[in-house]
């Protein structure tokens, strides 16, 4: 069970159901980071996944009768934070992304100035190309990828069975790498699998 400031998960969790709005702050303190690293991971807009994540703590306020303890909270708070970035992909329809490139990742200056741009201007690349994902298989790449999800994980996440998540992440995989061949002109690897693009 994590401790949060010396203090279980769990307490603060049924204090917060009991009303108590400190104990939900200690929670929003605790996953605030991991709920905005992935409304910004799909929706490529700091404001907006500022925006995302504040929605995503209050509705898992609102909500809070619904978690199941005998699952990790953080998991139930990235599905609520999946689900309406999803739902904010959809109504934004077509409209581009804008600052995704810029401030996805700041370069690594710790391998050397040529090599930090090289690495930078590699995860740029990335980007532009997971763009070509449909919203839904954008976050399975993102879950499985970054956050290490597991199938059963992101079943739970998305309300798909466990055989969906392995079709739809094949899938999803197989087209990032036709789009990465087509744009770069070489196989990469993503997740340690031939020919798909790395998130490194």
Not at 48 to 54: I, L, N, V
Not at 62 to 91: C, E, G, Q, T
Request: net charge neutral.
């Amino acid at each position: 069970m994590k401790v949060v400031e010396g203090t279980s998960e769990a307490v603060w969790i049924e204090r917060a159901r009991q009303g108590d709005d400190g104990a939900f702050a200690n929670l929003v303190g605790a996953y605030q980071a991991p709920v905005y690293n992935l409304c910004f991971r799909l929706l490529g807009d700091g404001y907006e996944a500022e925006d995302a994540a504040q929605e995503t703590f209050l509705k898992a306020y609102k909500n809070l009768s619904r978690y199941d303890p005998d699952r990790p909270f953080v998991n139930w708070l990235l599905k609520i934070a999946s689900n309406h970035s999803i739902d904010r992909l959809r109504r934004r329809g077509t409209r581009p992304v804008t600052d995704l490139e810029e401030a996805e990742h700041l370069p690594d200056t710790s391998a050397g100035p040529e090599a930090a741009l090289a690495l930078e201007e590699r995860r740029r690349r990335i980007w532009r190309t997971l763009r070509k994902l449909s919203p839904k298989d954008r976050t399975l790449i993102v879950l499985r990828y970054w956050y290490d999800y597991t199938y059963e994980d992101m079943a739970a996440a998305l309300s798909l069975s466990s055989g969906a998540v392995k079709s739809r992440l094949h899938r999803a995989r197989m087209t990032l790498a036709q789009e990465w061949r087509e744009r770069e002109g070489v196989p990469v690897r993503l997740g340690g699998t031939q020919d798909e693009p790395s998130a490194v």
